[in-house]
């Protein structure tokens, strides 16, 4: 089946600095991937579609400078934290679908970010 | 306003029985719901999903029916087994193209006996 591969699963690091996620669908291609953000015990919440050669679409409320979106080949997105901070401590996971197959969105395990 | 509601944020069965997790929808616009498995730490795996133009879909122990006038669906898992422990996600979206992103529930999480 469809995998995609999320990294890091886990970082740790300070307030002010940036920190990226890769996202790679390892055997198919996605022209379009989801970056979702959970809090414990909350649902998986959107954040933004991630389209491939194009600008990334972000959900209300959800700041694109502060989140910047790549997604420079069918295969890999990237999601950088801009000046990290504490409340940007999250569960944050990918998701992709293969195309041009309609199929179910296949997940990444998530990265877990804390900012200190 | 969330547009997809599990009310119950935790259910034990004993091991052997049917476990059964509800999820409500309010956007009629939906037409295609997906159940999720998620582990701590991990992402959602896919386990099961349903069409609008479908009223029910079996796979193995876990079956998948939707109400639609109700707006409702449930996911029937028999028999339960310890592994089924985890917590459970209810997602829906308007159609199953590339660029459609799914909008998740609060998550159940169940719980099986042994």
């Known amino acids: 089946g469809a995998v995609v591969s999320q990294h890091p699963s886990w970082v740790i690091c300070k307030s002010g600095t940036s920190v990226k996620i890769e996202c790679r669908s390892l055997d198919f291609q996605a022209t379009t991937m989801f970056w979702y953000r959970q809090f414990p015990k909350q649902s998986l919440m959107l954040m933004a579609t991630s389209n491939e050669g194009s600008k990334a679409t972000y959900e209300q409320g959800v700041e694109k400078d502060k989140f910047l979106i790549n997604h420079a080949s069918l295969t890999l997105s990237t999601l950088t934290v801009t000046s990290a901070h504490p409340e940007d401590s999250s569960f944050y996971i990918c998701s992709a679908r293969e195309y041009p197959r309609n199929s179910p969105l296949h997940f990444g395990n998530g990265t877990r970010l804390t900012v200190t | 306003d969330q547009q997809v509601k599990q009310n119950s944020p935790s259910l034990s069965v004993q091991e052997g029985r049917i476990s059964i997790l509800n999820c409500d929808y309010t956007n009629s616009m939906f037409d295609y719901f997906l159940w999720y498995k998620k582990y701590p730490a991990e992402g959602p795996t896919f386990l099961i999903s349903?069409?609008?133009?479908?009223d029910k879909n079996e796979d193995g122990r876990f079956t998948v029916f939707l109400n639609k006038s109700a707006k409702h669906l449930s996911l029937h898992i028999v028999p339960s087994q310890p592994g089924d422990s985890a917590v459970y996600f209810c997602a829906a979206s308007e159609g199953n193209s590339g660029n459609t992103p799914l909008v998740f529930g609060k998550g159940t999480r169940l719980s099986v006996i042994a």
């Open positions: 349903i069409s609008s133009i479908k």
